[in-house]
């Protein structure tokens, strides 16, 4: 009989972290679904220092707000359920098959032009490993150092 993880489900304001490597994590907060704000910190995840209370993991700087697919959740650890500061769900952009674009943003999406999408992240679903693969290339190349106060 095989057992299958059951995915967590998508409650807004919940506080996680995202395990890197066997040594760090980094913090994540659950955004309106699918975006999920991700901070710009890692900790040692190991146990060989305390991690951050929830409450710091969401005051740490804002790395980006990416959508992601429940899936990802999977591996997370929660962490508590938090009042959200007032993160704005920034634009992203997509083209369509016959080359339009368009913008997205917290209302939907509407026409643009290529230039009006310049500077802005094209709207892709993250999945889990996608998405770990991004976050470990931010923090992990060239043996990324947490801050000194995480590893007290």
Not at 2 to 25: E, F, H, M, V
Request: proline share 12%; net charge positive.
């Amino acid at each position: 009989m095989t057992t299958s993880k059951r995915r967590p489900r998508w409650n807004t304001g919940d506080t996680y972290a995202i395990p890197l490597s066997p040594q760090y994590c980094s913090g994540a907060q659950l955004l309106a679904a699918p975006f999920v704000a991700l901070f710009d910190k890692a900790w040692r995840g190991d146990g060989a220092a305390p991690a951050p209370a929830p409450g710091q993991v969401a005051r740490d700087p804002l790395y980006r707000i990416l959508a992601v697919s429940p899936a990802a959740l999977g591996d997370w650890i929660p962490l508590a359920r938090l009042q959200l500061p007032a993160q704005p769900i920034p634009d992203f952009f997509s083209t369509t098959p016959n080359g339009d674009y368009k913008i997205w943003t917290r209302d939907g999406d509407r026409p643009a032009t290529r230039l009006e999408c310049h500077g802005l992240e094209r709207m892709v679903i993250w999945g889990p490993d996608s998405l770990l693969d991004r976050l470990r290339a931010h923090f992990l190349r060239g043996g990324y150092t947490p801050p000194a106060r995480y590893c007290a």
